[in-house]
């Protein structure tokens, strides 16, 4: 067997894991994030300043917000569910090590602090939790599409075949979520009016690096004979394309249709097209192909999951745009955003409660279909991955009210409530919105150059397997390229926002 056809069987015919070990695995996120800047503060706490130092910035960042994870899919994969309290734990030790060491002018007493944080006044135009979920779900993504060719990776992690729950089908979810929530749509406005069409014109000028993004990696791959899974997009599509066309699609229906009933659109396309699957030869055509061999003969043919998948993507973004809506609803208290956590919480218990019905009575989860189930499932484990970061962003804010003029870069700025002097509220320093952090920040790097950071990571996965036998590596020689690979994508980003460059010129 050639070295392209045993990396293809390497990732093929799997069946993915639980949604119990997927949780577990995403919780390490915020958790991570949480011990980020609990460490800044009390750094701030022992020196009495923030942290400047670019270099050790980045390397903080690193080790802390990455490497947790490229140990986590790796050699630490056996013990993921115990990872979670482990970090857990040390983040506990070091509140209660700020808590205990708060300066005296501060100690009120802890009722008090409770009642105070709840009226706090955030920022009301940046939600970072945002812009955490989405560079985090291209971090994860990122570390994935290489780790998944070394042997260290768990099988279980990667791709399911057909049916199934594999950590990287909802990267693939994820990643349409995330886009769906700062759409032009989402954005906007209210009350500001514009033509009908303009944002499916802005959307038109906007995709077409996907499509040059994924014309050039379909030439790439079929120049090189880089291995492929053919049963994930097809022959031809991949992607780049699917989230070219939906965005598309999208923009389009949201011209047609109120965006605030984009919920219904969503229910609507999801139930239809499973409907579709089950009653019709669909569903064996996807599987099988035209002939029922697996023939991939014809356009339509040689890229069926693609194409019909394009449905079940649709949903999942309009049923994004629905929750990026709720989202920006003016909330500019922490009690505010508490009560919202609690509703978003409430969302998710009832679409586990769907998807449990669903994958009783109607089909197993499936990525290569997109059908329903899938829908449901990365709505819920996206709005109970955000919902942590919500709640992370929460009890930093809370902790820096502890420590007078402490900051965490990408964390809620506490703002001075209307017609209250200053001397009535402790105030965090301003950190600034995106762009105008007091130092860089890892994640504002990133979020920076999103769709760069993204293409160089495919373009070091696929130098990475030209030039190495990943399915036979050593353990010690595996951490050792996902390490450098992570460090030195994420180090271009850092040294881009260093120098205030953004790579977007569309």
Request: hydrophobic share 50%.
């Amino acid at each position: 067997m050639s070295q392209k056809h045993l990396k293809e069987a390497f990732i093929s015919n799997l069946n993915g894991t639980s949604l119990l070990e997927i949780s577990l695995g995403l919780s390490l996120a915020p958790l991570c994030l949480l011990c980020r800047g609990l460490l800044l503060i009390l750094y701030h706490l022992h020196y009495g300043k923030p942290l400047r130092s670019r270099k050790y910035s980045l390397l903080l960042d690193f080790l802390v917000l990455v490497s947790p994870f490229l140990f986590s899919c790796t050699v630490l994969s056996p013990i993921i569910c115990f990872m979670p309290t482990i970090i857990g734990a040390f983040c506990a030790g070091i509140f209660a090590k700020i808590y205990s060491q708060r300066k005296h002018e501060t100690r009120v007493p802890f009722r008090q602090m409770v009642k105070d944080f709840q009226e706090t006044h955030l920022d009301p135009e940046y939600i970072p939790a945002i812009t955490v979920f989405r560079v985090y779900v291209n971090v994860l993504t990122s570390i994935s599409i290489l780790a998944v060719d070394f042997p260290q990776y768990p099988r279980r992690y990667a791709k399911a075949e057909t049916y199934g729950t594999g950590a990287m089908d909802f990267g693939v979810g994820a990643f349409i979520f995330g886009n769906a929530l700062v759409c032009p749509e989402v954005r906007q406005k209210s009350g500001v009016t514009q033509p009908k069409f303009s944002n499916l014109a802005r959307q038109l000028f906007s995709v077409w690096p996907l499509v040059f993004l994924g014309v050039g990696r379909l030439l790439s791959v079929k120049s090189i004979e880089y291995q492929e899974h053919t049963s994930e997009y097809g022959v031809h599509w991949n992607f780049f394309f699917t989230l070219a066309f939906v965005r598309l699609a999208a923009s389009l229906l949201l011209a047609l249709f109120p965006k605030n009933k984009s919920w219904i659109i969503a229910v609507s396309l999801a139930v239809l097209y499973q409907l579709t699957l089950n009653a019709t030869s669909l569903k064996m055509f996807l599987l099988r192909g035209s002939n029922g061999r697996d023939t991939r003969a014809g356009f339509v043919d040689a890229n069926r999951e693609g194409l019909l998948s394009l449905a079940g993507y649709l949903a999942i973004y309009m049923a994004s745009v629905q929750v990026g809506l709720c989202l920006l609803k003016c909330r500019n208290s922490v009690k505010g955003w508490i009560e919202a956590v609690c509703f978003l919480l409430l969302a998710v218990l009832v679409l586990f409660l769907f998807l449990y019905v669903s994958q009783t009575y109607v089909d197993p989860v499936s990525r290569r279909m997109a059908n329903l189930p899938y829908c449901i499932w990365v709505l819920a484990q996206c709005l109970t991955l955000f919902s942590w970061f919500v709640v992370t962003d929460l009890t930093l804010v809370f902790t820096k009210l502890l420590v007078e003029g402490s900051s965490v870069p990408c964390c809620w700025n506490v703002v001075k409530p209307p017609n209250t002097s200053k001397k009535d509220r402790m105030e965090a320093a301003p950190v600034g919105r995106e762009g105008k952090v007091s130092h860089t920040c890892l994640i504002s790097a990133i979020n920076k150059n999103q769709l760069l950071f993204f293409l160089l990571a495919n373009v070091m996965t696929g130098a990475v397997n030209i030039l190495i036998d990943t399915i036979h590596s050593k353990t010690a020689l595996t951490l050792c390229i996902l390490h450098l690979y992570m460090f030195f994508n994420c180090l271009v980003m850092y040294l881009l926002h260093a120098k205030n460059i953004v790579l977007k010129f569309w």
